[in-house]
């Protein structure tokens, strides 16, 4: 009785047709979710494809597509490498120039102004008045993010609006160099808290003075009251590395001000295009 | 009506104003620089679970914020004595968390270095009071 049963069963599998999703499906799926704007359910439905086309019929297909969803779910890392993919799977300029901006946004997100600064280089000459506009913007923005705020500013005013603002922004900016670290230090060096104070953080630079202050004063009331082989023991360590720690924290400290204020200026920027 | 109508061509406005510049979509590149905080969060202070822990978690804050922060990083080990000691403190109870910040104290020298992970990022010791070890690197005294 068995083996009839199993034979059956063989038999009539024979007769079904396997209705498994196939590629063609998973395609059109994939398309019509993204075309829905469900982009994280896109994304796997591309990746499938990926994975079993084997034979690279889809593949060229889908990269711009995944690339989109990619880069709206905010993986703009994998995004840039589909956008190669893509830019390389295409004949069409108007779609490879668009494919570059793209890619440009991808790099400025990740703050990779270098990589963005070469797929600048990579545009046509000739372009219609709204990309170069969004062109020379990716520009400011990659000359500002290397220090070029000569180059950075001619780029922003060529498209905003208001050049004045622009250029109060771009005076505040040039301020921010007044600040130097070594000068910081140097100041920290000759009296604790000084460069701190300079930096403009009031509150470590009294910190390092009341702590730095406080040893010292210790010190010599060690040497006067016990003798001076005492206070070299009991609290030179000390007042060194509170001293010595206090300098160069003078320092970090003047690079972290200024990175902040260059912050705020860029923000301010940026606010102007919004 | 008349407020209505105001405040329909005011809101009108701030579209016009956000219509212009919508090609750049300048939001998304607002972190491009690095913002300059360098302010340290201690999250070894955070959910004290008793008086103890609060009291303790405070003495932490207070070396962190006004002793430490005057210091550049000289502790030879990951976590460092002050959050070792936290630490232990929150996961062995005061007495053996005690002791256990006082024999740290003792090691926080270099000394040894051989006898430790090191944290190849950090370039410094792995010691983490929170470290249960299947076998003990000491032998219990029997």
Known sequence: MKPAIFLTLIISLAFTKANAQNLEQTFDFANSLFENKKYESAVEAYRRILFFDQENLYSPLIYKNIAESLYETGKPEEAAYYYELAYFSTENDTIKTELTLKRISCFLILKQPQYAQVELFNLPETLDSETRNLVTFYEALVYFAQGEYAQSETAFKSIATDTLVIESLFNKNAKIDRLNPKTAKVLSIIMPGLGQFYAGDVKNGINSLVLSGGLFFLGIRSAINNSLLDATISVLPWFQRYYTGGFKKAEVIAEAKIKERRYKVYNELLDQFE | ?142
């Open chain 2, 1 to 142: 009506m008349r407020f209505t109508v105001i405040a329909f061509l005011l809101l009108s406005l701030s579209g016009l104003k956000n219509e212009a510049f919508s090609q750049y979509s300048a939001g998304k590149y607002r972190n491009m620089l690095d913002d300059g905080n360098i302010k340290p969060e201690f999250w070894q202070a955070k959910d004290n679970k008793n008086e103890i822990q609060v009291a303790f978690s405070g003495l932490f804050l207070f070396y962190k914020n006004f002793m430490s922060s005057q210091d550049l990083t000289v502790c030879t080990f990951t976590p460092s004595c002050s959050e070792y000691g936290i630490l232990a403190i929150k996961h062995h109870g005061l007495i053996k968390g005690g002791l256990m910040t006082f024999d740290r104290l003792t090691r926080c020298n270099g000394l040894s270095p051989q006898k430790y992970e090191i944290d190849t990022k950090l370039r410094l010791l792995k010691d983490d009071p929170r470290n249960t070890f299947q076998v003990p690197i000491v032998s219990s005294l029997k």
